[in-house]
């Protein structure tokens, strides 16, 4: 059990750690709205994210912020509730979880200190551009995955 909260943890601060130095990196390598092609598909593009993830719902209130801030504690403290009720849990489960709430905690970090998020990664075909999105958004997002995947193809009890 040890080992499996240890990995859970160290998973969290590495995609923390991974997440907010990429962000340092393009916010003090870039000018806002400045892109530059990485790959034939791929720009890294500074955008300031005031939505939720893929900056959706980026524009509307201040009140909107907090509601922001208090959804994402609120999931936050779902996932900790998900993963600490398991007692005899898989590492797997533990590198997922870990996954998800390090790029939660990413993003909440961003919205507490900046009152944004920092989005740069442009994926795009042509001119059809998925919108901007950064590292904590893709582990969290594979994090989700993954456990559709387990829970709905594999049929296990992941939740």
């Not at 994210?49 to 922001?68: E, V, W």
């Not at 398991?86 to 970090?109: E, L, R, V």
């Amino acid at each position: 059990m040890v080992r499996y909260k240890f990995l859970f943890f160290c998973t969290a601060i590495l995609v923390f750690i991974c997440d907010q130095t990429s962000k340092l990196f393009v916010k003090s390598s870039f000018a806002l709205y400045e892109s530059k092609k990485l790959l034939p598909i791929l720009n890294l593009t500074y955008v300031e994210n005031r939505g939720i993830a893929f900056g959706m719902f980026h524009n509307g209130s201040d009140i909107k912020h907090y509601i922001l801030l208090v959804s994402t504690i609120i999931a936050i403290a779902t996932i900790l509730y998900l993963f600490f009720r398991d007692k005899n849990g898989k590492a797997s489960k533990a590198f997922i979880f870990g996954m998800i709430i390090g790029g939660a905690a990413g993003n909440f970090y961003d919205r507490i200190v900046r009152g944004y998020v920092i989005d740069f990664f442009d994926l795009h075909l042509g001119n059809h551009h998925w919108p901007v999105f950064n590292v904590a958004d893709s582990f969290i997002t594979i994090g989700i995955l993954l456990i559709f995947y387990r829970q709905l193809i594999k049929k296990e009890e992941i939740l």
